[in-house]
């Protein structure tokens, strides 16, 4: 798929910085609020670039989390075309770099979509039940980080301290930890109502933890990532995406490293 204009957004919590590129190079750059008339603000200065064409641009940009939200929701609404990719493979893609700020990095990712515009994977929102599935699902993860951050200490200082300042420390922590286990157990909740009001994610979820040593959390996560086993359909792309699957460390003959596994993974998936 062939674009005339390929648009690198640098996506900020506050500001967006804009760059069009196409086969003369750099055209423009643009910066707004990361906000709807921000968004509304850009594209009407857009139509100003010599041949432009809405229905042939394509809007790259790195994953950010919620700071994407505004972009990619009024950006679907309008059906234009987005491809929304990692940033680490945009800086390799790079090669060496020295510098960085918002305007550049706009002008680097806008070039990174027009040098590989033969590999472009096109974004497709997923359905209002996984985004809350996943909303709920990082909720419950910060809560049993909080739990443990509460807890470990006084379980692990419990034989080395005197045991009345013990008790003490256990006391004053009691009521927060309850009421820590118990906001995850009503979000625990939520997410099994989800699933089980859901047709589609009720099968999945059966499939999946119907699997030795696959439980709920497990099964949650798997759905979410993989955008209901569409994203990701190929078994070895999941492990690699994981972060479990080995890699050789080797060249020549003098280099013999060990196999390993990658940093780069999804790490609250792999845990």
Not at 211 to 229: F, H, K, L, R
Request: hydrophobic fraction near 40%; charge should be positive.
């Amino acid at each position: 798929m062939d674009f005339l204009h390929y648009i690198g957004i640098d996506i900020a919590k506050a500001t967006l910085d804009w760059a069009v590129y196409n086969r003369q190079g750099s055209l423009l750059h643009l910066h707004t609020p990361n906000t709807v008339a921000g968004i509304k603000l850009a594209l009407r200065q857009l139509k100003s670039v010599p041949g432009w064409d809405i229905t042939q641009v394509v809007f790259c940009m790195e994953h950010t989390g919620i700071y994407n939200a505004h972009l990619l929701e009024f950006l679907h609404k309008l059906r234009l075309p987005i491809w929304l990719e990692s940033s680490l493979q945009i800086k390799q893609a790079g090669g060496m770099q020295r510098g960085k700020n918002d305007t550049v990095d706009a002008y680097r990712i806008a070039e990174y979509a027009y040098r590989f515009r033969d590999q472009i994977r096109l974004w497709q929102p997923p359905r209002p039940v996984i985004q809350q599935l996943a909303f709920l699902s990082a909720a419950r993860q910060r809560l049993i980080q909080a739990y443990n951050l509460l807890a470990g200490p006084l379980a692990e200082q419990d034989s080395f301290i005197n045991p009345l300042l013990q008790k003490q420390l256990q006391r004053s922590s009691r009521k927060s930890l309850i009421a820590l286990k118990d906001e995850q157990k009503a979000i625990e909740q939520q997410i099994n109502k989800l699933i089980q009001n859901d047709g589609r994610l009720k099968e999945l979820f059966e499939w999946i933890v119907s699997v030795p040593g696959i439980g709920s959390t497990t099964a949650t996560e798997i759905i979410v990532v993989t955008n209901e086993m569409t994203t990701i359909t190929d078994p070895k792309q999941m492990a690699c995406h994981a972060g479990v699957a080995p890699f050789e460390y080797r060249s020549g003959t003098s280099i013999r490293g060990k196999t390993r596994v990658s940093h780069q993974a999804r790490k609250r998936l792999k845990a």
